[in-house]
């Protein structure tokens, strides 16, 4: 997990260091509920990357800032457990063909997680996730992904604690 959280910190801090940008005018966009709260992930359009071996997409990692400052943020991640592509449709961290996370971060010390790890130590510790992660890609090309995401996150990835919906969330991001 601290390999994801390092990862997860390297792209909030490529974010921060970029300038503020119109996100509206090109339709990027990365929006959600967390705990109620609405959230806009767009202080810079929404950034996706992908993993390539030839022409299968192995993971796949899109980013969104809502703050600069305090390095506020969301990463969704899908990656492939077997070599599977990555295409359209829905993942879940109850697959067993593909891992997935979503990492929000509030500031530079709290983070909420949720995903595959999540639910796989979760479940080990006698406490099922209730809402599992779910991320659903609608469309996907070579410039761009587009799809929706919700699921149960948990403070710093502990499981013990209660944990915070993750509702409503959209996102269209352009690929780096």
């Known amino acids: 997990m601290k390999k994801i959280t390092l990862f997860s910190m390297v792209l909030i801090g490529a974010f921060m260091s970029c300038k503020k940008s119109n996100s509206g ?4 966009h990365m929006t959600a509920s967390v705990d109620g709260a609405s959230k806009n992930f767009n202080v810079t ?15 796949l990692i899109i980013t969104g800032v809502l703050n600069t400052s305090t390095g506020e943020s969301m990463i969704l991640m899908i990656n492939s457990n077997d070599g599977s592509n990555i295409v359209p449709g829905t993942y879940a ?5 593909f891992n997935t996370q979503a990492t929000y971060t509030v500031n530079l010390a709290t983070q909420y997680l949720a995903g595959s790890l999540i639910a796989e130590e979760a479940s080990g510790a ?9 991320i659903v890609i609608a469309s996907m090309d070579a410039t761009s992904v587009k799809g929706t995401f919700s699921g149960d996150l948990y403070a710093n990835g502990d499981v013990s604690t209660i944990p915070k919906p993750m509702t409503n969330g959209d996102f269209y991001a352009k690929f780096q």
């Open 25 to 28: 005018s090109t339709g990027y």
């Open 45 to 59: 359009p929404p950034i996706a990357a992908e993993s390539k071996s030839g022409t299968t997409v192995n993971a």
């Open 126 to 134: 006698g406490a099922p996730v209730k809402n599992h992660l779910k």
């Open 93 to 97: 961290d109850t697959s067993s063909h």
